[in-house]
């Protein structure tokens, strides 16, 4: 069946006066107020318009709201943070259901739980655990939201320790595209509760998240050490190993990029290129400082900065470097190795970033999540040592195709070091691409549930698994 963009419907002032009077939050339609900051997505690529956005204010909205499209045939999309760089959360015509009023988060100290509404960022998220020296494994920037990121899988600096985001996930609480209210859990419909854990946006809207937390405390032993770009392939090489060595309460990444003002480097550094090697050891500093050492001491590094800091001000550090609105176009896959010819594909794309805010970020996997079977969760591709991400970023149009080429000869270039790709990291790179986020009996099994819960695709804006029924 064929969602419609634009429909008479909005045209009826009737039908729109009674959908205003069954929404608690707002229905906000092109011209009025919050329109505007409402159909903004974090990429400034993305510029649609659709037809009427419904903020909800819970989950009765939300049925409503899905109700209402369904029954008006009217194309949906869905947006959590607004983070997806794919653009996903927002149409153009239709209706945009936006959580962003849903963001309250809720600990029960007992249990080490915290249940989080669908359009709660992460920083909602962790200021709510923090308060009891818990957090759950999710990102790094903290203006994403919990919601897309957690469906896609979630991962960051603490899961190499405790598992992905959907590992730690308990239970949801979701309204289907019959505008019905289920709760997944292992319990209750576990075949739904299955593909949401990697499955993205396909089964319906999460209003809840009820996740499992760490306890973390409230510091950790924190850190960038910044290398020279001239001695990145040796470097590289080294780090390949080394991190690979290292324990699962010690995480180390990898961002190549010109160096931005950082405090504790030089001035003359600050525009360079740099390999930035930022970390958390979950621990005791001095055990940390320990097994950090060899990274910084081999070679004598532009500057550092280390010790133990706030999580809530690890977790915002990034912040700033990611803001919103900039032009963005990502590619991404898992490596299999990082050998020394994906080393060197790697840094002759880097030393022709088109532009200042590119950059290149190798996470380093493993651990915790590379433990838990394939079949677990929709989230398959679990073993893979790191993920190589090319993160084209800019800020007028007119540079749009060199940056664009750049980030996909990037990809073309590294793609025989590569298997799978995180769904998360997807820009819209079409149907086969998506299918390439997930092994083949976890697809067909993503789309034997898409064809119970959602046979007409009415959740189609998101990495689409059609139903085939
Ligand atoms: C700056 C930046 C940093 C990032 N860092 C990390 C990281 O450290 N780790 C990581 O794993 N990923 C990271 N990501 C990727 C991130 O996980 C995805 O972009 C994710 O989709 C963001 O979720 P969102 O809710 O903000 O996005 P949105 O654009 O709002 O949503 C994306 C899609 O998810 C679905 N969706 C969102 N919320 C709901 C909901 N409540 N119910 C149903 N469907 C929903 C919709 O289909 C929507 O199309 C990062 C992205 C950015 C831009």
């Given at each position: 069946?064929g969602?419609?963009?634009?429909?008479?419907?909005?045209k009826?002032?009737?039908?729109?006066?009674e959908?205003?009077?069954?929404?608690?939050?707002?229905?906000?339609?092109?011209?009025?107020?919050?329109?505007e900051?409402?159909?903004?997505?974090?990429?400034?690529?993305?510029?649609r318009?659709?037809?009427?956005?419904?903020?909800?204010?819970?989950?009765?909205?939300?049925?409503?709201?899905?109700?209402?499209?369904?029954?008006?045939?009217?194309?949906?999309?869905?947006?959590?943070?607004?983070?997806?760089?794919?653009?996903?959360?927002?149409?153009?015509?239709?209706v945009?259901?936006?959580?962003?009023?849903?963001?309250?988060?809720?600990?029960?100290?007992?249990?080490?739980?915290?249940?989080?509404?669908?359009?709660?960022?992460?920083?909602?998220?962790?200021?709510?655990?923090?308060?009891?020296g818990?957090?759950?494994?999710?990102?790094?920037?903290?203006?994403?939201?919990?919601?897309?990121?957690?469906?896609?899988?979630?991962?960051?600096?603490?899961?190499?320790?405790?598992?992905?985001?959907v590992?730690?996930?308990?239970s949801?609480?979701?309204?289907?595209?019959?505008g019905?209210?289920?709760r997944?859990?292992r319990?209750?419909?576990?075949?739904?509760?299955?593909?949401?854990?990697?499955?993205g946006?396909?089964?319906?809207?999460?209003?809840?998240?009820e996740?499992?937390?760490?306890?973390?405390?409230?510091?950790?032993?924190?850190?960038?050490?910044?290398?020279?770009?001239?001695?990145?392939?040796?470097?590289?090489?080294?780090?390949?190993?080394?991190?690979?060595?290292l324990?699962?309460?010690?995480?180390?990444?990898?961002?190549?990029?010109?160096?931005?003002?950082?405090?504790?480097?030089?001035?003359?550094?600050?525009?360079?290129?740099?390999?930035?090697?930022p970390?958390?050891?979950?621990?005791?500093?001095?055990?940390?400082?320990?097994?950090?050492?060899?990274?910084?001491?081999?070679?004598?590094?532009?500057?550092?900065?280390?010790?133990?800091?706030?999580?809530?001000?690890?977790?915002?550090?990034?912040?700033a470097l990611?803001?919103?609105?900039?032009?963005?176009?990502?590619?991404?896959?898992?490596?299999?190795?990082?050998?020394?010819?994906?080393?060197?594909?790697?840094?002759?794309?880097a030393g022709?970033?088109?532009?200042?805010?590119?950059?290149?970020?190798?996470?380093?996997?493993?651990?915790?999540?590379?433990?838990?079977?394939?079949?677990?969760?929709?989230?398959?591709f679990?073993?893979?040592p790191?993920?190589?991400?090319?993160?084209?970023r800019?800020?007028?149009?007119?540079?749009?195709?060199?940056?664009?080429?750049?980030?996909?000869?990037?990809?073309?270039?590294?793609?025989?070091?590569?298997?799978?790709?995180?769904?998360?990291?997807?820009?819209?790179?079409?149907?086969?691409?998506v299918?390439?986020?997930?092994?083949?009996?976890?697809?067909?099994?993503?789309?034997?549930?898409?064809n119970?819960?959602?046979?007409?695709?009415?959740?189609?804006?998101?990495?689409?698994?059609?139903?085939?029924?």
């Open positions: 069946m969602y419609l963009r634009y429909s008479d419907v909005f009826n002032r009737d039908r729109i006066r959908l205003r009077n069954s929404i608690q939050g707002q229905v906000v339609l092109p011209g009025e107020d919050n329109y900051e409402s159909r903004k997505v974090w990429n400034g690529m993305i510029e318009r659709p037809e009427a956005i419904i903020r909800c204010k819970g989950n009765r909205d939300v049925i409503h709201a899905v109700n209402f499209a369904r029954s008006n045939q009217l194309l949906v999309s869905v947006k959590g943070g607004g983070h997806n760089v794919a653009g996903n959360a927002v149409c153009e015509g239709g945009m259901i936006d959580l962003s009023l849903m963001r309250s988060a809720r600990v029960d100290k007992e249990k080490k739980t915290v249940r989080v509404d669908g359009g709660c960022l992460l920083s909602d998220m962790d200021q709510e655990t923090q308060a009891y818990l957090a759950v494994p999710a990102g790094i920037v903290s203006h994403t939201g919990v919601g897309g990121l957690t469906l896609g899988g979630g991962f960051g600096w603490i899961s190499r320790k405790y598992g992905l985001s590992d730690n996930l308990l949801a609480e979701l309204v289907t595209a019959e019905e209210l289920l997944a859990s319990e209750e419909n576990p075949d739904l509760f299955w593909a949401i854990r990697g499955g946006g396909n089964f319906g809207v999460v209003t809840s998240f996740f499992r937390c760490a306890h973390i405390g409230r510091e950790v032993f924190a850190g960038i050490i910044v290398h020279s770009f001239e001695n990145a392939k040796d470097y590289i090489k080294f780090h390949r190993e080394y991190v690979r060595s324990p699962d309460d010690m995480t180390v990444w990898m961002v190549i990029r010109h160096a931005p003002p950082l405090p504790f480097l030089p001035e003359e550094v600050h525009g360079r290129l740099i390999v930035a090697v970390f958390v050891y979950l621990g005791e500093g001095k055990e940390g400082e320990r097994l950090i050492k060899p990274l910084e001491q081999f070679a004598t590094p532009y500057g550092s900065m280390m010790g133990m800091i706030p999580w809530r001000d690890w977790q915002t550090g990034f912040d990611n803001s919103h609105f900039a032009r963005n176009y990502w590619k991404s896959h898992h490596l299999e190795d990082l050998s020394d010819k994906c080393i060197e594909s790697i840094l002759s794309f022709r970033f088109p532009t200042p805010s590119c950059e290149v970020f190798i996470p380093h996997m493993e651990g915790a999540p590379s433990r838990v079977s394939a079949t677990e969760t929709a989230y398959a679990r073993t893979a790191f993920i190589l991400n090319i993160h084209a800019w800020e007028e149009a007119e540079q749009d195709s060199g940056c664009i080429t750049w980030a996909r000869d990037f990809f073309e270039e590294t793609k025989p070091f590569a298997k799978g790709v995180y769904v998360n990291f997807l820009s819209d790179e079409g149907e086969a691409r299918r390439e986020a997930y092994p083949e009996d976890t697809w067909n099994r993503l789309v034997e549930v898409k119970r819960y959602d046979p007409t695709n009415f959740f189609s804006m998101n990495q689409n698994i059609k139903p085939a029924p």
